[in-house]
């Protein structure tokens, strides 16, 4: 699963992408810093099963931190998009070219209105104007490659007689686009037309707004005035200094929560200061630093993920090698047992016999897969 990290110039996205993922990306405070872009490895949150089995876990795919689990997701952070884009302005289109994989958008927009939708320092701006710029300008690109489709698709449909809507599914493939997000989108408008371009990019490609910056005040003037229920106020730059003081072991901080601790002697008195104003500022006001709560909506609530533990021994929760939780899957919800299976291995699935619920209880083929299932899946060996 790939997450696209999406923004106008300067908003913060590769701080973003490294506070998510710790790995190395440039930063600056000008425009167009990020060229190529930069993938890693995020993680969302959620309940590890071990709590409630009273067990103690060994995850490999994953990891978990008293309790609560992180397993990973992909993000991709990439250039800043700017008004007519689709067109080539800017750093032109070809980037969104990277996103085509990505099953959801994170646009990290820049509450605080220090710069305009092309990056460059202003007085104020209203932040309010690039959410409907980045949207028109994903979805213009994407009725590019819907026209393009269409007219490769033509001659095809002349010739055999095939309805060019049953045609551009397969083309449109590339894209991370299914056929059951062609059908959906093309109910009641024609394929040609701007608004299936854009029922398309609201299904296959979702935005959560992360409102960054959300540490200076006038960002959080601005996340009142607007008071927009879809906008989660963020600062990424805070979550970066705090995970990096945590791995420093200079303080003791579970990504998403709302406090940390000092556990080092070791802090100078700025150190202090930085840490204090992070806390007074960001997590006191707004119950967390807001980046582990973007990707955790997108990926649970908005992708409708649940996380799912296979284990090959049900009575210890174990794999074969006796490590207890060893992995966290993620899959859509409506998964049944069979198709996780698939998931799994082709030869489980193969000779897939149905599978063992945490109480041991036998499970079927079209067992519907709920949020922290621990199962067994049983095969031919
Ligand atoms: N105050 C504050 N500044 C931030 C925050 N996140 C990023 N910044 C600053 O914003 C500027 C731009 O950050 P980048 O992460 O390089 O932004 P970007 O969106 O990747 O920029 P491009 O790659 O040029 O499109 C830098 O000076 C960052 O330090 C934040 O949460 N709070
Ligand atoms: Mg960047």
Redesign the pocket.
């Known amino acids: 699963m790939l997450i696209g990290l999406v923004?106008?110039?300067?908003?913060?996205?590769?701080?973003?992408f490294k506070a998510l993922t710790l790995a190395e990306a440039?930063?600056?405070?000008?425009?167009?810093?990020?060229i190529k872009p930069n993938q890693g490895v995020a993680y969302v949150k959620t309940e590890c099963p071990c709590k409630r089995l009273g067990v103690k876990c060994n995850p490999n795919n994953s990891f978990c931190i008293n309790g609560t689990r992180f397993v990973p997701v992909k993000v991709l952070?990439v250039?800043?998009l700017v008004p007519d884009a689709h067109e080539g302005k800017g750093l032109g289109n070809q980037f969104l070219s990277d996103l085509v994989q990505a099953c959801g958008l994170i646009h990290?927009l820049?509450l605080?209105g220090k710069t305009d939708w092309e990056?460059k320092s202003v007085e104020s701006w209203d932040p309010g104007k690039n959410i409907k710029m980045l949207e028109e300008e994903i979805t213009r690109w994407l009725w590019g490659i819907i026209k393009k489709a269409i007219e490769k698709s033509k001659t095809k449909s002349r010739a055999e007689g095939i309805p060019i809507k049953n045609l551009i599914a397969k083309q449109l493939s590339g894209l991370g686009i299914s056929e059951s997000h062609v059908k959906e989108a093309l109910e009641r408008v024609e394929p040609e037309s701007y608004e299936f371009a854009e029922n398309l990019r609201k299904i296959s490609k979702p935005i959560v707004i992360a409102g960054?910056?959300?540490?200076?005040n006038e960002a959080k003037e601005n996340f009142e005035r607007l008071k927009r229920g879809d906008l989660i106020p963020?600062?990424?730059?805070?979550e970066l200094a705090l995970k990096e003081a945590a791995k420093k072991n200079l303080i003791e901080y579970v990504p998403g929560e709302k406090d940390f601790k000092i556990i080092s002697g070791s802090l100078n008195e700025n150190q202090r200061k930085a840490l204090e104003i992070i806390r007074k500022e960001v997590l006191e006001k707004f119950g967390s630093t807001g980046v582990q709560d973007a990707l955790n909506h997108m990926v649970f609530s908005v992708l409708k993920m649940i996380v799912v533990y296979p284990v090959a021994n049900i009575e210890r929760f174990s794999d074969s090698r006796g490590n207890v939780l060893p992995d966290a899957y993620l899959v859509e919800r409506g998964t049944t047992l069979k198709e996780f299976a698939k998931k799994i291995h082709s030869d489980i699935a193969e000779n897939f016999m149905g599978g063992l619920d945490m109480e041991r209880k036998k499970i079927g083929a079209d067992y519907e897969l709920k949020d922290g299932d621990v199962i067994q899946i049983l095969f031919k060996k």
């Open positions: 923004g106008c110039p300067n908003s913060g996205k590769s701080t973003f440039e930063t600056a405070n000008y425009p167009f810093t990020t952070d250039a800043g990290v820049d605080s990056g960054n910056k959300i540490d200076l963020c600062s990424a730059e805070a």
